[in-house]
């Protein structure tokens, strides 16, 4: 089943603890990205990956970190989190290095909190 | 960079009653222009996008217009039904970037049966 996942789905921690959410495709697209949902703020980018080890910041990169070693894999690493990076956290992938090309897919999300 | 403001925040529509919701945009390269539908609990799905060349998009009870010299485009959501309610985000991506896809806020729709 072609699938993007994300782990881990739920996680609560403490200010300054790092930690790294997973995610990964199976479909062998090229683009992948990170989206943080607030309420009354949408979906924010705040990275994506145009290919293996090609990665740029998007609208709200400040206190995140990424990499792309492998097509599949696109962690997102929250090097010293605060409360402020509470949120939803989605990832998303799409076969084109266009976005407009083809439709980008969604994970199941990852609600973090930070206390 | 695009800056897209989405109206109204909620919505909420008899069933068998036209919702529509309205996106402007800022960034007037921008060239494309999907939609979201992100029901309780759930990822967000694309369900239909339009391109700059073209005016209107249809697919069985959802539409969608774009206005480039206004700079706005809309869904429209006609006979809604329950499994209508969502949140629904509007986006856009500018040809000067293509990698970016910015969302509007959402609009939150109920379906009142």
């Known amino acids: 089943e072609a699938q993007v996942t994300q782990n881990p789905r739920y996680l609560i921690t403490v200010t300054g603890k790092k930690l790294t959410v997973t995610c990964s495709q199976n479909?062998?697209?090229?683009?992948m990205s990170w989206y943080r949902q607030d309420p009354g703020l949408g979906l924010r980018q705040i990275y994506y990956s145009m290919n293996v080890e090609v990665t740029d910041k998007g609208d709200v990169p400040e206190g995140y970190k990424v990499s792309r070693k492998e097509k599949r894999n696109f962690p997102l690493i929250l090097e010293s989190p605060s409360p402020n990076q509470t949120s939803l956290y989605f990832c998303?992938?799409?076969?084109?290095?266009?976005?407009?090309?083809?439709?980008?897919?969604f994970g199941p999300g990852t609600r973090l909190t930070v206390t | 960079g695009e800056n897209v403001e989405q109206h109204p925040s909620t919505l909420s529509v008899q069933e068998g009653d036209s919702a529509v919701i309205k996106c402007t945009y800022s960034d007037s390269a921008s060239n494309y222009f999907p939609w979201y539908k992100q029901e309780l609990g759930k990822r967000p799905q694309l369900i239909i996008d339009?391109?700059?060349?073209?005016g209107e998009k249809k697919d069985q009870r959802i539409a969608v217009t774009l206005n480039k010299t206004a700079k706005h485009f809309s869904l429209h959501i006609t006979e809604t039904q329950p499994e209508d309610s969502a949140v629904y985000f509007c986006?856009?991506?500018?040809?000067?970037?293509?990698?970016?896809?910015?969302f509007g806020a959402g609009t939150t729709v109920t379906v009142r049966a």
């Open positions: 998303a992938s799409s076969l084109s290095l266009a976005v407009s090309s083809y439709e980008q897919y």
């Open positions: 986006a856009a991506t500018s040809s000067l970037n293509d990698y970016k896809l910015s």
């Open positions: 479909m062998n697209h090229e683009y």
């Open positions: 339009i391109r700059s060349n073209v």
